[in-house]
Protein backbone atom coordinates (compact mmCIF):
# COMPACT_ATOMS: atom_id res chain seq x y z
CA UNK A 1 0.00 0.00 0.00
CA UNK A 2 1.43 3.53 -0.83
CA UNK A 3 2.42 5.54 2.20
CA UNK A 4 -0.52 6.95 4.10
CA UNK A 5 -0.17 10.17 6.64
CA UNK A 6 -0.58 9.81 10.35
CA UNK A 7 -3.80 8.84 11.40
CA UNK A 8 -5.25 7.95 7.60
CA UNK A 9 -8.89 8.64 7.04
CA UNK A 10 -10.87 6.05 4.81
CA UNK A 11 -14.48 5.08 4.65
CA UNK A 12 -16.53 1.53 5.50
CA UNK A 13 -17.36 0.89 2.28
CA UNK A 14 -20.63 2.24 0.24
CA UNK A 15 -21.29 5.91 -0.73
CA UNK A 16 -24.47 8.06 -0.45
CA UNK A 17 -25.79 7.55 -4.01
CA UNK A 18 -26.35 10.27 -6.65
CA UNK A 19 -30.52 10.83 -8.00
CA UNK A 20 -29.91 9.92 -11.35
CA UNK A 21 -28.94 6.37 -9.79
CA UNK A 22 -32.37 5.86 -8.57
CA UNK A 23 -33.94 6.71 -11.34
CA UNK A 24 -32.06 4.36 -13.59
CA UNK A 25 -32.19 1.51 -10.68
CA UNK A 26 -36.42 2.01 -11.55
CA UNK A 27 -35.69 1.70 -15.56
CA UNK A 28 -33.75 -1.30 -15.17
CA UNK A 29 -36.32 -2.75 -12.23
CA UNK A 30 -38.69 -2.03 -15.26
CA UNK A 31 -36.43 -3.20 -17.87
CA UNK A 32 -36.26 -0.43 -19.67
CA UNK A 33 -32.43 -0.61 -19.95
CA UNK A 34 -30.21 -2.57 -21.78
CA UNK A 35 -26.78 -4.59 -21.00
CA UNK A 36 -25.03 -1.16 -22.18
CA UNK A 37 -27.29 0.62 -19.99
CA UNK A 38 -26.67 -1.03 -16.89
CA UNK A 39 -22.89 -1.07 -17.79
CA UNK A 40 -22.68 2.75 -18.28
CA UNK A 41 -25.01 3.91 -15.34
CA UNK A 42 -22.87 1.68 -12.68
CA UNK A 43 -19.56 2.64 -14.16
CA UNK A 44 -21.15 6.63 -14.31
CA UNK A 45 -21.84 5.92 -10.54
CA UNK A 46 -18.67 4.48 -9.23
CA UNK A 47 -16.65 7.23 -11.18
CA UNK A 48 -19.03 9.56 -9.27
CA UNK A 49 -18.51 7.92 -5.58
CA UNK A 50 -14.20 7.71 -6.74
CA UNK A 51 -14.48 11.57 -7.21
CA UNK A 52 -16.42 12.35 -4.06
CA UNK A 53 -14.23 10.75 -2.16
CA UNK A 54 -11.00 12.00 -3.90
CA UNK A 55 -12.22 15.61 -3.87
CA UNK A 56 -13.23 15.60 0.06
CA UNK A 57 -9.41 14.42 0.64
CA UNK A 58 -10.06 10.72 1.75
CA UNK A 59 -6.93 8.72 1.90
CA UNK A 60 -8.41 4.95 1.45
CA UNK A 61 -11.35 4.71 -1.00
CA UNK A 62 -13.65 2.39 -2.52
CA UNK A 63 -15.79 2.23 -5.50
CA UNK A 64 -18.83 3.03 -3.16
CA UNK A 65 -20.36 -0.40 -3.88
CA UNK A 66 -22.68 1.11 -6.04
CA UNK A 67 -22.96 -1.75 -8.16
CA UNK A 68 -24.61 -3.86 -4.97
CA UNK A 69 -28.10 -2.79 -6.41
CA UNK A 70 -30.51 -4.01 -3.26
CA UNK A 71 -28.35 -3.06 -0.37
CA UNK A 72 -25.00 -4.93 0.59
CA UNK A 73 -25.71 -8.87 0.22
CA UNK A 74 -29.46 -8.63 -1.38
CA UNK A 75 -28.02 -8.54 -4.78
CA UNK A 76 -25.99 -11.45 -4.35
CA UNK A 77 -28.91 -13.46 -3.37
CA UNK A 78 -30.27 -13.14 -6.45
CA UNK A 79 -27.40 -15.06 -7.87
CA UNK A 80 -27.01 -17.62 -5.45
CA UNK A 81 -28.81 -20.97 -5.85
CA UNK A 82 -29.98 -23.29 -3.49
CA UNK A 83 -31.88 -21.25 -1.76
CA UNK A 84 -35.89 -19.76 -2.07
CA UNK A 85 -37.55 -16.24 -0.41
CA UNK A 86 -39.52 -16.81 2.31
CA UNK A 87 -42.68 -13.77 2.37
CA UNK A 88 -42.37 -11.44 4.95
CA UNK A 89 -44.90 -11.59 7.71
CA UNK A 90 -45.55 -7.84 8.26
CA UNK A 91 -46.31 -5.84 5.13
CA UNK A 92 -47.82 -3.16 6.39
CA UNK A 93 -46.62 0.00 8.90
CA UNK A 94 -43.19 1.61 8.77
CA UNK A 95 -40.24 -0.44 7.34
CA UNK A 96 -38.49 -2.74 10.09
CA UNK A 97 -35.94 -5.85 9.64
CA UNK A 98 -38.87 -8.23 10.16
CA UNK A 99 -39.52 -6.87 6.73
CA UNK A 100 -36.33 -7.50 5.23
CA UNK A 101 -36.33 -10.92 2.86
CA UNK A 102 -35.31 -13.82 4.15
CA UNK A 103 -34.61 -17.13 2.54
CA UNK A 104 -34.72 -20.83 3.22
CA UNK A 105 -31.95 -23.36 1.95
CA UNK A 106 -33.44 -25.96 -0.35
CA UNK A 107 -30.49 -27.76 -1.08
CA UNK A 108 -26.55 -27.15 -0.84
CA UNK A 109 -25.44 -23.48 -1.60
CA UNK A 110 -23.78 -22.43 -4.97
CA UNK A 111 -22.45 -19.59 -6.46
CA UNK A 112 -21.96 -19.04 -10.24
CA UNK A 113 -18.20 -20.29 -11.18
CA UNK A 114 -17.29 -16.84 -11.63
CA UNK A 115 -17.90 -15.56 -8.49
CA UNK A 116 -19.56 -12.68 -6.64
CA UNK A 117 -18.45 -9.82 -9.03
CA UNK A 118 -15.83 -8.33 -6.10
CA UNK A 119 -13.17 -8.62 -8.14
CA UNK A 120 -14.52 -7.17 -11.04
CA UNK A 121 -15.70 -3.91 -8.66
CA UNK A 122 -11.95 -4.19 -7.51
CA UNK A 123 -10.44 -3.72 -10.87
CA UNK A 124 -12.41 -0.89 -12.49
CA UNK A 125 -11.87 0.91 -8.92
CA UNK A 126 -7.62 0.22 -9.12
CA UNK A 127 -7.78 1.53 -12.80
CA UNK A 128 -9.74 4.55 -12.21
CA UNK A 129 -8.13 6.31 -9.38
CA UNK A 130 -4.18 6.48 -8.31
CA UNK A 131 -5.17 6.92 -4.64
CA UNK A 132 -4.60 3.85 -2.13
CA UNK A 133 -8.15 1.56 -2.27
CA UNK A 134 -9.88 -0.69 -0.01
CA UNK A 135 -11.65 -3.89 -1.02
CA UNK A 136 -14.40 -4.86 0.79
CA UNK A 137 -16.66 -8.15 1.17
CA UNK A 138 -19.57 -9.37 3.18
CA UNK A 139 -18.36 -12.07 5.88
CA UNK A 140 -19.96 -15.52 6.25
CA UNK A 141 -22.30 -14.52 8.62
CA UNK A 142 -23.65 -11.82 6.99
CA UNK A 143 -24.53 -14.03 4.62
CA UNK A 144 -26.08 -16.39 6.34
CA UNK A 145 -27.79 -14.21 9.07
CA UNK A 146 -31.13 -14.54 6.60
CA UNK A 147 -31.15 -17.65 5.29
CA UNK A 148 -33.08 -20.27 7.35
CA UNK A 149 -30.90 -23.65 7.45
CA UNK A 150 -34.23 -26.03 6.59
CA UNK A 151 -33.54 -29.90 6.35
CA UNK A 152 -30.20 -29.19 4.73
CA UNK A 153 -28.32 -27.23 6.96
CA UNK A 154 -27.98 -27.56 11.39
CA UNK A 155 -27.84 -23.95 11.78
CA UNK A 156 -27.21 -20.67 10.67
CA UNK A 157 -23.60 -21.30 11.47
CA UNK A 158 -23.24 -24.12 9.39
CA UNK A 159 -24.38 -22.00 6.59
CA UNK A 160 -21.91 -19.33 7.14
CA UNK A 161 -19.15 -22.06 7.18
CA UNK A 162 -20.22 -22.87 3.74
CA UNK A 163 -19.98 -19.38 2.79
CA UNK A 164 -16.95 -19.00 4.34
CA UNK A 165 -15.36 -21.25 1.64
CA UNK A 166 -17.10 -18.95 -1.00
CA UNK A 167 -15.90 -16.04 0.25
CA UNK A 168 -12.10 -17.78 0.63
CA UNK A 169 -11.87 -18.01 -3.09
CA UNK A 170 -13.19 -14.43 -4.05
CA UNK A 171 -10.51 -13.15 -1.58
CA UNK A 172 -7.81 -14.79 -3.48
CA UNK A 173 -8.92 -13.76 -6.32
CA UNK A 174 -9.03 -9.95 -5.00
CA UNK A 175 -5.08 -10.25 -4.15
CA UNK A 176 -4.43 -12.17 -7.65
CA UNK A 177 -6.57 -8.66 -9.00
CA UNK A 178 -3.59 -6.39 -6.83
CA UNK A 179 -5.65 -5.51 -3.65
CA UNK A 180 -3.77 -4.93 -1.17
CA UNK A 181 -6.35 -4.11 1.57
CA UNK A 182 -9.50 -6.12 2.00
CA UNK A 183 -11.98 -5.62 4.75
CA UNK A 184 -14.59 -8.30 5.90
CA UNK A 185 -18.09 -6.59 7.18
CA UNK A 186 -19.85 -8.74 9.79
CA UNK A 187 -23.21 -8.50 11.92
CA UNK A 188 -22.62 -8.16 15.71
CA UNK A 189 -25.47 -10.25 15.97
CA UNK A 190 -25.66 -10.78 19.22
CA UNK A 191 -23.24 -12.57 22.17
CA UNK A 192 -25.40 -14.85 23.03
CA UNK A 193 -26.68 -16.22 19.84
CA UNK A 194 -22.78 -15.90 18.22
CA UNK A 195 -19.83 -15.56 20.84
CA UNK A 196 -16.85 -13.10 19.80
CA UNK A 197 -15.07 -16.90 19.50
CA UNK A 198 -17.09 -18.16 16.92
CA UNK A 199 -17.03 -14.82 14.63
CA UNK A 200 -13.35 -14.84 14.79
CA UNK A 201 -13.28 -18.87 13.77
CA UNK A 202 -15.30 -17.95 11.01
CA UNK A 203 -13.52 -14.83 9.90
CA UNK A 204 -10.63 -17.32 9.89
CA UNK A 205 -12.25 -19.29 7.64
CA UNK A 206 -12.94 -17.04 5.69
CA UNK A 207 -9.35 -15.55 5.48
CA UNK A 208 -7.30 -18.77 5.34
CA UNK A 209 -4.17 -18.29 3.02
CA UNK A 210 -5.16 -14.92 1.86
CA UNK A 211 -2.21 -12.77 1.75
CA UNK A 212 -3.17 -9.17 2.21
CA UNK A 213 -3.78 -6.48 5.18
CA UNK A 214 -6.82 -7.54 6.50
CA UNK A 215 -9.42 -5.40 8.39
CA UNK A 216 -12.76 -6.73 10.26
CA UNK A 217 -15.57 -4.36 10.61
CA UNK A 218 -18.37 -5.26 13.00
CA UNK A 219 -21.72 -3.48 12.05
CA UNK A 220 -24.82 -2.91 14.08
CA UNK A 221 -26.49 -2.71 11.09
CA UNK A 222 -27.18 0.89 9.22
CA UNK A 223 -30.36 -0.03 6.87
CA UNK A 224 -32.31 3.01 6.15
CA UNK A 225 -30.10 4.38 9.25
CA UNK A 226 -31.17 2.16 11.69
CA UNK A 227 -29.11 -0.20 13.86
CA UNK A 228 -30.42 -3.56 13.98
CA UNK A 229 -28.48 -5.36 17.05
CA UNK A 230 -27.70 -4.00 20.87
CA UNK A 231 -25.03 -1.40 20.25
CA UNK A 232 -22.14 -3.72 22.52
CA UNK A 233 -18.68 -4.86 21.95
CA UNK A 234 -17.74 -5.64 25.37
CA UNK A 235 -19.15 -9.10 24.83
CA UNK A 236 -17.14 -10.20 22.01
CA UNK A 237 -14.28 -9.81 23.97
CA UNK A 238 -11.23 -11.24 24.34
CA UNK A 239 -12.57 -13.71 21.83
CA UNK A 240 -12.46 -11.95 18.68
CA UNK A 241 -9.16 -11.01 19.40
CA UNK A 242 -9.09 -14.73 17.75
CA UNK A 243 -9.52 -13.37 14.39
CA UNK A 244 -6.17 -13.02 12.52
CA UNK A 245 -7.21 -9.12 11.38
CA UNK A 246 -4.48 -6.84 11.19
CA UNK A 247 -7.32 -3.79 11.90
CA UNK A 248 -10.47 -3.70 13.71
CA UNK A 249 -13.14 -0.49 12.30
CA UNK A 250 -15.55 -0.33 15.19
CA UNK A 251 -18.53 2.10 15.09
CA UNK A 252 -18.50 4.98 18.17
CA UNK A 253 -19.40 8.42 16.71
CA UNK A 254 -23.10 7.47 17.12
CA UNK A 255 -22.75 6.30 20.85
CA UNK A 256 -21.01 9.33 21.67
CA UNK A 257 -17.83 7.37 22.18
CA UNK A 258 -18.49 4.55 24.45
CA UNK A 259 -16.64 1.74 24.77
CA UNK A 260 -13.68 3.44 23.23
CA UNK A 261 -11.58 2.66 26.87
CA UNK A 262 -11.88 -1.04 25.24
CA UNK A 263 -9.12 -0.98 22.87
CA UNK A 264 -6.83 0.10 25.72
CA UNK A 265 -7.84 -3.45 27.21
CA UNK A 266 -7.44 -4.88 24.60
CA UNK A 267 -6.19 -3.44 21.31
CA UNK A 268 -2.90 -5.34 21.94
CA UNK A 269 -0.84 -4.41 18.62
CA UNK A 270 -3.79 -4.11 16.32
CA UNK A 271 -4.88 -1.76 14.22
CA UNK A 272 -8.11 0.32 15.19
CA UNK A 273 -10.32 1.97 12.33
CA UNK A 274 -12.50 4.08 14.66
CA UNK A 275 -15.87 5.39 13.48
CA UNK A 276 -15.69 8.72 14.58
CA UNK A 277 -18.40 10.51 12.53
CA UNK A 278 -22.12 9.12 13.29
CA UNK A 279 -23.63 8.02 9.53
CA UNK A 280 -27.50 7.74 10.85
CA UNK A 281 -27.91 11.53 12.13
CA UNK A 282 -28.43 14.52 9.89
CA UNK A 283 -26.31 16.24 11.85
CA UNK A 284 -23.63 18.77 9.77
CA UNK A 285 -20.32 17.30 11.58
CA UNK A 286 -17.60 20.02 10.96
CA UNK A 287 -13.77 19.09 11.11
CA UNK A 288 -13.51 20.32 14.81
CA UNK A 289 -16.21 17.79 15.65
CA UNK A 290 -14.07 15.24 14.12
CA UNK A 291 -11.02 16.53 15.47
CA UNK A 292 -12.55 16.58 19.26
CA UNK A 293 -14.28 12.61 18.54
CA UNK A 294 -10.25 11.46 17.10
CA UNK A 295 -8.44 13.30 20.27
CA UNK A 296 -10.83 11.22 22.63
CA UNK A 297 -9.82 7.81 20.85
CA UNK A 298 -6.30 9.17 21.05
CA UNK A 299 -6.56 8.54 25.13
CA UNK A 300 -7.03 4.88 24.59
CA UNK A 301 -4.96 4.51 21.15
CA UNK A 302 -1.32 5.39 19.73
CA UNK A 303 -1.47 7.46 16.90
CA UNK A 304 0.36 5.20 14.92
CA UNK A 305 -1.99 2.56 15.28
CA UNK A 306 -5.54 4.47 14.92
CA UNK A 307 -7.05 5.06 11.28
CA UNK A 308 -10.74 6.75 11.41
CA UNK A 309 -13.39 6.55 9.43
CA UNK A 310 -17.57 7.03 9.50
CA UNK A 311 -18.93 4.54 11.84
CA UNK A 312 -20.33 2.52 8.65
CA UNK A 313 -20.95 3.01 5.35
CA UNK A 314 -23.34 5.79 3.27
CA UNK A 315 -25.45 3.64 1.67
CA UNK A 316 -28.56 4.50 3.52
CA UNK A 317 -27.80 8.09 3.19
CA UNK A 318 -28.19 11.42 0.64
CA UNK A 319 -24.95 12.56 -1.18
CA UNK A 320 -24.84 15.64 -0.04
CA UNK A 321 -24.97 14.46 3.34
CA UNK A 322 -22.08 12.14 2.76
CA UNK A 323 -19.89 14.38 0.85
CA UNK A 324 -19.83 17.04 4.03
CA UNK A 325 -19.34 14.60 6.30
CA UNK A 326 -16.61 12.53 4.35
CA UNK A 327 -15.12 16.57 3.98
CA UNK A 328 -15.57 16.94 7.95
CA UNK A 329 -13.89 13.60 8.34
CA UNK A 330 -10.75 14.74 6.40
CA UNK A 331 -10.74 18.13 7.82
CA UNK A 332 -10.67 16.97 11.40
CA UNK A 333 -8.01 14.44 10.96
CA UNK A 334 -5.78 17.27 9.26
CA UNK A 335 -6.93 19.09 12.42
CA UNK A 336 -4.91 16.72 14.58
CA UNK A 337 -2.28 15.42 12.41
CA UNK A 338 -0.67 19.44 12.62
CA UNK A 339 -1.17 19.51 16.37
CA UNK A 340 0.77 16.22 17.08
CA UNK A 341 2.88 17.45 14.60
CA UNK A 342 3.12 20.82 16.53
CA UNK A 343 2.41 23.04 13.69
CA UNK A 344 -0.79 24.39 15.24
Same mark, same amino acid.
Given at each position: ???????????????? $????????? $??????????????????????? @??????????????????? %?????????????????????????????? *?????? =????????????????? +???????????????? /??????? @????????????????? +???????????????????????????????????????????? =??????????? !??? /??????????????????????????? *???????????? @? +?????? %????? %???????????????????????????? =?????????????????????? !????? $? =???????????????????
Amino acid at each position: MATLPLIPTSVIGSHG $KPGWWFLAN $KAYEAGELGPADVQEWLDDAADT @AIRDMERAGIDIITDGEVR %RLDGYVDSYYRIIKGIRPIESPRKLGPWGY *DQQTRY =LAVERIRVPDTGLGIVD +EFKYLRAHTTKPVKAT /CAGPLTF @ASRILPGDVYRSVVDIA +EEFAGVINQELKGLVAAGADFIQIDEPARGADRVSGKEMARLYN =LATEGVNAKLG !YHI /CFGNRFGRGRFQRLYAPYFPGLLEARA *DQFALEFASRQL @A +EVDLWA %RYGES %RELCAGVVDVKSFYPETPEDVANNIRAV =LAHVRPEQLYVSPDCGFGWSPR !YMCNG $K =LRALAGGAQIVRSELAGTR
